[in-house]
C-alpha cells in the first residue's frame, strides 16, 4: 500500500510524525505538508503566488501552502505514483460537526478525495497531544480494515478522544453534529494603535445527541464519519423548478 500523508497543523506538528511512523510498518509512506501552522484554511488553493516544495531531515516535504495545495501539488507534479489512500492529521483539536467546513484536516482528506482516492481525516478532540500514541495506533488499524463495502472512493471523517488506548471504548458511525454560532470577534489593537480582530471561538455543540459525533466521543468512543461533496439542496431544487417554470 501507498499512502500519503498530510495535515494543516504543519510538518513538525507531533500529531503527523505519529502517524507517520504508525503506518510505516503497513505501507510506504510520503509525507506533504504546510511548512507552518495552516489551521482554519479550508479548501483553499494558493493561486496568487508560486509554491516552493522542500525536504525536511527526517525525509518529510513541505510546502509553502495550504494542506489542499500539498495534496494537489503531489498529486498532480510531485509523486511518481497514485496514492492507494490520503491520510490527514493527527489534528491537534476537533474537527466535528460545522467544524468540518473550515479545517484544513478535512480539507487535504478532501482534496486527494476529489482526485478519486480514498481519504481519512484523523482528528483529537483535545488539543495538547496527549495520548497522541494511542491516537496513531487506532489510525493504523483504522486503515488496515477493509472498507469494500463503501461506495468508492471513500471521504471519512475520524474523531478520537484524548484517551490511553485501553479506555477508548470502541468505534462508532456517526453523522456530524452542529454547533451554536460562533463567539464574537475579539478586539484588540495593533502596536500602532490600529483596531484588530482575532476570530472568536467556535460556539458550543448545538446539535450533539446520540448519532452524532459529539456524543459518541463525549462517551469514550472513535467518531466515525462518512463525508460528501455534493452541496446540492436537492428537495430546495425541485420546489426552485417550479418558481423558476
Known amino acids: 500500500m501507498k499512502i500519503l500523508v498530510s495535515n494543516d497543523d504543519g510538518y513538525l506538528a507531533p500529531g503527523i510524525i505519529a502517524l507517520a511512523d504508525a503506518l510505516r510498518p503497513i505501507a510506504e509512506v510520503v509525507v506533504v505538508a504546510p511548512d507552518s501552522n495552516r489551521s482554519g484554511s479550508s479548501n483553499s488553493l494558493t493561486l496568487d503566488r508560486p509554491l516552493s516544495v522542500y525536504r525536511a531531515e527526517n525525509g518529510f516535504y513541505f510546502v509553502n501552502g495550504t494542506p489542499s495545495d500539498c495534496v494537489h501539488v503531489a498529486l498532480t507534479g510531485g509523486l511518481a505514483f497514485k496514492p492507494d489512500l490520503i491520510v490527514s492529521g493527527i489534528n491537534q483539536g476537533q ?16 482534496e486527494g478525495f476529489l482526485f478519486g482516492i480514498p481519504a481519512i481525516a484523523f482528528s483529537q478532540v483535545e488539543k495538547g497531544w496527549a495520548h497522541v500514541d494511542s491516537a496513531a495506533r487506532i489510525a493504523r488499524e483504522f486503515v488496515e480494515r477493509d472498507f469494500g463495502m463503501l461506495q468508492q472512493p471513500y471521504l471519512l471523517n475520524i474523531n478520537i478522544p484524548n484517551l490511553p488506548y485501553e479506555e477508548i471504548k470502541g468505534l462508532r458511525a456517526t453523522r456530524l453534529g452542529k454547533r451554536h454560532e460562533s463567539e464574537p470577534v475579539i478586539k484588540t489593537e495593533d502596536p500602532h494603535g490600529r483596531q484588530i480582530f482575532w476570530i472568536g471561538p467556535a460556539g458550543k455543540a448545538k446539535d450533539s445527541g446520540e448519532g452524532t459525533d459529539f456524543h459518541a466521543v463525549s462517551q469514550g468512543y472513535v467518531s466515525v464519519t462518512p463525508l460528501q461533496i455534493d452541496l446540492t439542496h436537492t428537495s430546495q431544487l425541485e420546489v426552485l423548478k417550479k418558481g423558476l417554470s
Open 95 to 110: 474537527n466535528m460537526g460545522d467544524d468540518t467546513l473550515y479545517s484544513g484536516t478535512v480539507a487535504a482528506a478532501t
